[in-house]
């Protein structure tokens, strides 16, 4: 499985975009990389998931680096919703470790 | 479309009992996954079913089960159950099971709190 490493915490106020990283350096050219997230009291809600190139849907963009080993998680405008603990999975999506918490100021 | 539904959503038991919890997933879903999360573990995953068959099976001790039914309904049970089983446990569905890139989503449950005393 794909070693993922993703900052403990990030900050953002609300209405400005914001970037959530994602290093997954040992990655095998055939993993899609997954993101999910988890509001508070709730269950994991799928967010987006790529291959190779950059994808959007109505939640978020995810850019992928070329080489494949990184990635970001991209939401274009916060909300306060948008507060939870972010996971990024790539390859086996079982396993998904402990994620960023991303906390949206007013 | 519905969602995936558990039942039951909160669950008080004894040690040494054993649980039964139920999964219904997202219609023309075939497969579906348990996880257990506790504060100190964070997710982890139990299994994976898909027609009927467990096809991937996470690191938890024997007294963790489950099977599928023929319309992809699941359960899982706990047996024996100890106090460290305490925890929030999530059903997952996915059109199809995981196949070694992972190209297909999950999408989870409210999840059962379990509660051991």
């Known amino acids: 499985d794909a070693k993922t490493t993703q900052p403990n915490s990030m900050e953002s106020n609300e209405e400005e975009p914001v970037h959530l990283p994602c290093n997954h350096s040992t990655i095998s050219g055939t993993d899609y990389i997954h993101w999910y997230r988890q509001l508070p009291s709730q269950g994991p809600e799928y967010v987006i998931h790529?291959?190779?190139s950059n994808v959007n849907n109505r939640m978020a963009s995810l850019a992928i680096a070329e080489d494949r080993k990184s990635s970001t998680l991209i939401l274009h405008r916060a909300t306060l919703r948008d507060a939870a603990v972010y996971y990024c999975i790539p390859g086996n999506q079982f396993y998904f470790g402990t994620g960023t918490s991303l906390t949206v100021i007013p | 479309k519905a969602g995936v539904t558990q039942t039951p959503r909160y669950l008080i038991k004894t040690r040494g009992q054993q649980v039964t919890l139920s999964c219904s997933p997202i219609?023309?879903?075939?497969?579906v996954s348990w996880y257990q999360q506790t504060p100190g573990q964070g997710l982890q995953f139990l299994f994976e079913?898909?027609?009927?068959?467990?096809?991937n099976k996470g690191n938890f001790p024997g007294r963790f089960s489950g099977r599928q039914f023929s319309n992809s309904r699941s359960e899982m049970n706990v047996s024996t159950l100890e106090l460290g089983d305490s925890a929030l446990y999530l059903c997952?569905?996915?059109?199809?099971?995981?196949?070694?890139?992972?190209?297909?989503?999950?999408?989870f449950g409210p999840g059962t709190r379990l509660t051991v005393t």
């Open positions: 997952a569905s996915s059109l199809e099971p995981w196949d070694h890139s992972g190209s297909y989503e999950q999408y």
């Open positions: 079913y898909f027609s009927e068959t467990q096809r």
């Open positions: 219609s023309g879903h075939r497969s």
């Open positions: 790529g291959l190779t």
